[in-house]
């Protein structure tokens, strides 16, 4: 009984800091199916401010394929520090840095000459959550900015991009020691491209009109380890982009966070 109570307790503490953390994939064109895993921690540095980092790596397959781990996709390395305002709301400051291979749109898809692209993102988020009954209910805000480069860090033809992100998500979990969730999620992109000239010596930069891009639907099965601190997330995720074409990309993803590695209790 002792040990029920306490895995209660910790699971009330754990899953709402894991429901903030999950690692989700990023969005890839020019496939059908993508795999990705990505392993991170979250770190409490005091009472209101948490360090999530993490690192991924995704494959995918060609555009008439169903084999998403035929060719390397892309790399990540994320880093974000969230601040606790009140227990519904809650704000974060990341940054990100993207390796992202790049294929031809032609068959037989190629790599492309320069063969990957540099990403450097920078963005904030704001959370607010609530329960509804067994459920506990996630919305949130993400404007981001996007900095894209040639493996030289020479600018890109599209080097900035301006991104907002809304997302609302559902967890709910499956045994009353709160050791397993199923999260369903839907996020809706919008953006802002700047486009500069291809002529060298022309300098001049266009933008292009307020767009939506995408819509990701994501459905996770969630397990937390209580004795290690650890979440598991195993789920898949469909990218319906914006465009005449009802293709939607599908993603196999896992992850796993560790909570708290390099102290256990915060005074």
């Known amino acids: 009984m002792k040990y029920i109570k306490n895995?209660?307790?910790l699971g009330c503490i754990l899953a709402p800091l894991s429901l903030f953390a999950q690692l989700s994939p990023p969005?890839?064109?020019g496939t059908r199916a993508v795999a990705w895993g990505a392993v991170g921690f979250s770190q409490a540095l005091?009472?209101?401010i948490t360090l999530i980092a993490y690192g991924g790596l995704g494959r995918?397959?060609?555009?008439?394929?169903?084999?998403p781990l035929q060719k390397p996709g892309i790399g990540v390395y994320n880093q974000e520090f969230q601040y606790k305002l009140s227990t519904q709301w809650q704000a974060s400051l990341a940054q990100s840095f993207r390796v992202q291979n790049l294929y031809s749109e032609d068959e037989p898809y190629e790599a492309e000459d320069p063969s990957q692209r540099f990403e450097l993102r920078y963005y904030a988020r704001l959370?607010?959550?609530?329960?509804?009954?067994k459920l506990a209910a996630t919305y949130s805000f993400r404007p981001e900015v996007r900095t894209f480069y040639a493996p030289s860090w020479e600018a890109a033809s599209r080097p900035l991009e301006l991104r907002f992100r809304l997302k609302g998500q559902v967890s709910l979990p499956l045994d009353d020691h709160k050791a397993n969730f199923i999260i369903g999620a839907n996020e809706i992109l919008t953006a802002l491209d700047e486009y500069r000239s291809k002529v060298p010596l022309d300098h001049h930069h266009t933008w292009s009109t307020y767009h939506f891009t995408e819509d990701r639907l994501a459905l996770y099965f969630r397990h937390v380890f209580r004795q290690s601190d650890v979440t598991l997330d195993v789920g898949v995720m469909e990218q319906f982009k914006s465009g005449?074409?009802?293709?939607p990309v599908s993603y196999l993803a896992f992850?796993?966070?560790f909570q708290n590695p390099f102290s256990r209790h915060i005074n």
């Open 7 to 9: 895995a209660a307790v």
């Open 27 to 29: 969005g890839l064109d």
């Open 46 to 48: 005091g009472k209101k």
């Open 60 to 67: 995918l397959g060609d555009p008439t394929h169903w084999a």
């Open 127 to 133: 959370y607010y959550k609530r329960s509804l009954g």
């Open 244 to 247: 005449g074409h009802f293709e």
């Open 255 to 257: 992850d796993v966070l």
